[in-house]
Structure formats: structure tokens, C-alpha cells
């Protein structure tokens, strides 16, 4: 078996997350090649939009962010950013959206603001962008991170993008749209259960549920079926290696 990296397994795991006929959100990094390998794998109809507003890009290269022109050269279309958040993302026409965060907790809660209190806080971080609207509107959004206890403490220090806020009901009844599907990380796969919490779904290879829970800042459910997680396959690998990141700017 080829041997492979806990990112490219991670971006495995993500592309499989994506479906023929969706219709992504995409960011730069681990998301976009992710997405990137979906469409030249199982997924070739799979449109994606990124936030400066190019519709159904098909990049020939790897873009280094999210206005890179080889972004526009192959799209369908090129609207203003305004119009593809007002058009796609809040009319609800956008399936999946890619999000990531310092903390993300139970209930797949993001804080990408601040640590600590947000009036005298340890760190001040960057803030929502466009995280806060695509976790509201997308119908499912999935969670790319590393697994370290720091970044999954049992509630986030602010709420940037909601997850099941304090459970499925919760996020009804505020009127968003859709809510976190997976969590994604170097260690395994977690989803949410009906109460809108998270449990831990797969591991991956050589990693122990014990690890997990070591690495996690509650009593995190365990599925009723844990599975390990499937490797990257040889073809896989091969794409990012040799088509989506040949320079390791993201894998390296």
C-alpha cells in the first residue's frame, strides 16, 4: 500500500463527503483540493463556487487564493462577491460549504473570533469572513481541522458560525438552513447524532478511540459502529502528489 500523509487522508475523506450533483462553497487549502479531487474522481459534475465569485470554476492549476485569475478562466460565469453570497449562498442554492475554526465544540459551534472574553480576550482571531453566512445557508457544511484538545473544548469561547447551537431544535428555531454534516480531522470522522451532538463515526488507521477522546475537551460519544477509516487510494494520492499540489503548498 502507497503510504500517504494525515492531510492527504484528510482530503480523502473530505472528497468523498461530495456528491456528483452538489454544489460547493470553496475555500483555498485542504477544502479546495478536496473538492478539486472530487470532480476528477467520483464527482465530475460537481460545481464549485468560490467566494469571490467565479460560478462552476474549473481551475487548471492549483489557486493560491480565493481571487487567483486561474480561478476565472475556466468558470461558467463571474458575478459580483455580493451576488454570489446574495444569489447562491442566501437564496439557499448552494449544498455544501467547507469551514474550519480555532475551537469547534459538541454541537458544531465555530469560534474563529476570540479566545477567552471577547471584551478583554488572550487572542483576538481574524473573525467570521464569509464563515457565519455559509454555516447559516449552506444545507450542510463540513469541518476540516487538526484534532488537539485546545481546538474542541465542550462549548467555544464565542459563536462566529452556528452549528446545532445547543442542539438540532435550537438551530430550528433560529431559521438556519441545513447544519454541520462531518468533522473532519488527522485522527478520525465525527457526525452528529439526532440531538445535534457530535460522536465519533471512524477512526483512522493506527489511531485508538482513546486517542481521541484524549484529544477532546468532553465526553465525546462513540458510534455504534465505529469503522476505520478507508486510506487514500493509489490514484488519489497520485492526483494531489502530481496534478492538484505538485509543490506541497498545501501538503508539504
Not at 479531487?37 to 469571490?52: F, G, N, Q
Not at 493509489?234 to 505538485?246: G, M, Q, T, Y
Request: charged share 25%; hydrophobic share 35%; glycine share 12%.
Amino acid at each position: 500500500m502507497t503510504d500517504y500523509t494525515d492531510t492527504e487522508l484528510m482530503i480523502s475523506r473530505a472528497s468523498q463527503e461530495l456528491q456528483n450533483d452538489d454544489t460547493t462553497l470553496v475555500g483555498v487549502g485542504i477544502p479546495n483540493l478536496a473538492c478539486n479531487l472530487a470532480k476528477r474522481t467520483h464527482a465530475p459534475d460537481l460545481e464549485m463556487i468560490y467566494e469571490s465569485g467565479t460560478i462552476d470554476s474549473n481551475p487548471s492549476k492549483l489557486p493560491l487564493s480565493i481571487g487567483d485569475p486561474v480561478l476565472a478562466s475556466n468558470a461558467k460565469s463571474i458575478v459580483p462577491m455580493v451576488h454570489g453570497f446574495g444569489y447562491y449562498l442566501q437564496a439557499g442554492r448552494i449544498d455544501v460549504g467547507f469551514l474550519g475554526g480555532a475551537q469547534i465544540d459538541r454541537f458544531g459551534n465555530i469560534n474563529s473570533t476570540v479566545i477567552g472574553d471577547y471584551e478583554d480576550p488572550i487572542v483576538r482571531l481574524p473573525g467570521s469572513g464569509g464563515a457565519c453566512e455559509i454555516a447559516s445557508n449552506t444545507r450542510r457544511t463540513i469541518i476540516i481541522t487538526p484534532h488537539v484538545e485546545r481546538r474542541f473544548p465542550e462549548e467555544v469561547d464565542f459563536v462566529t458560525s452556528p452549528g446545532y447551537v445547543g442542539g438540532r431544535e435550537n438551530r430550528k428555531e433560529l431559521g438556519l438552513r441545513g447544519g454541520p454534516d462531518a468533522v473532519i480531522t488527522d485522527m478520525g470522522v465525527m457526525r452528529f447524532d439526532d440531538d445535534g451532538e457530535m460522536y465519533l463515526n471512524s477512526i483512522h488507521p493506527g489511531v485508538t478511540e482513546g486517542a481521541v477522546q484524549a484529544a477532546t475537551g468532553w465526553d465525546l460519544r462513540i458510534g455504534d459502529e465505529v469503522t476505520e477509516t478507508p486510506p487514500p487510494t493509489e490514484k488519489e494520492i497520485e492526483l494531489i502528489r502530481h496534478d492538484l499540489d505538485p509543490d506541497g503548498v498545501y501538503t508539504g
